[in-house]
């Protein structure tokens, strides 16, 4: 069985138009399937609502509420809540291609080791490219800035988790999604939880074929939206320092954390308008020291599921 997950916040009829572009996909399946939504959105315009009632009326999704926005326990919930071997996570604003579906459930088929498959996404104004794998620079940067609209299928130690599906077992078994990664932004989740898949021996597959377009909708979304070229808040920061902290060691640690406000500042927007430098670097600055504070304690990860009776 698939489970279908998608967490979503403040999002409208995009939803509901996500939604219905994977009914047909379902409905062709030949294993059965189920559709979680995980809503943590206040409330909905009068005609989401309405129409996010009738599906659940008609068995057609599970609607689970949440009382606020919090992506990586959104996702736990999703998981925990899944009652499919497979579980796809999927943003709530996108265009699947026909064979989306299909293609995670074949990959999982035809690569029995991979824990994971990540498929291909196109953000607005991709095309699919030939693009493989760029070289290593250490372990804490491994396909950190792999291209993940590549036409190339690949084993990766990363992931997006607009398109990911996972084997719930697997997922369950190494804690599921860090619920340190502070809300609303969460930068670098998906790559600490990679990474984490690996250490404890799986693998992870990119599939080309299961293909979407992310919409990158403008209202709403579980991620902040707020500009991070000009702000003094840590939040854009503190997720990618967070996973420096945990996935990292030693010197190539220091040198990851010392290395990002420098890359930060060095861009076309602050070249032009060098005012804005000395905010950025005291946003950079925050997002240190709660990345601190977080990696004191231990990660906020699901329990381990109960072993099976004798």
């Keep these: 069985m698939l489970s279908l997950v998608i967490p979503t916040y403040g999002r409208e009829q995009v939803l509901v138009d996500t939604i219905a572009a994977l009914e047909p996909q379902r409905r062709a399946l030949a294993s059965p399937s189920e559709l979680l939504v995980v809503d943590q959105t206040p409330r909905h315009q009068p005609a989401v609502q309405a129409a996010l009632e009738a599906w659940q009326r008609a068995g057609r999704l599970r609607w689970l509420r949440l009382n606020r ?4 326990r959104a996702m736990n919930t999703g998981l925990l809540q899944a009652r499919g071997d497979t579980v796809l996570f999927l943003d709530d604003d996108i265009v699947p291609s026909p064979g989306l579906l299909q293609a995670h459930l074949q990959a999982h088929r035809r690569h029995l080791q991979a824990w994971a498959v990540v498929g291909q996404v196109l953000q607005p104004g991709q095309q699919p490219q030939p693009l493989p794998p760029r070289a290593s620079r250490g372990e804490l940067w491994r396909d950190l800035d792999f291209p993940f609209h590549s036409s190339l299928g ?3 130690e990363n992931a997006m988790a607009g398109n990911l599906s996972l084997k719930r077992d697997r997922a369950l078994a190494i804690g599921g999604f860090d619920e340190r990664f502070p809300p609303p932004v969460a930068a670098r989740f998906e790559t600490e939880f990679a990474k984490r898949l690996i250490a404890a021996g799986g693998r992870i597959r ?8 992310h919409l990158a909708a403008s209202a709403g979304g579980t991620r902040s939206r707020g500009s991070h070229l000009t702000s003094a808040a840590g939040h854009h920061g503190v997720g990618d320092c967070y996973y420096a902290l945990r996935c990292g060691r030693g010197l190539p640690r220091a040198w990851y954390l010392l290395r990002r406000p420098l890359r930060e500042v060095r861009t076309r927007f602050h070249l032009r308008h060098p005012w804005w430098i000395p905010v950025k670097l005291l946003g950079e600055l925050r997002a240190l020291v709660s990345a601190l ?3 004191r304690r231990p990660p906020l990860l699901l329990p381990p599921p109960p072993e099976p009776a004798p």
């Design 69 to 72: 926005p919090h992506l990586t």
């Design 206 to 213: 990119f599939e080309p074929q299961a293909s979407l377009n």
């Design 293 to 295: 504070s977080l990696s």
């Design 154 to 156: 690949a084993w990766i």
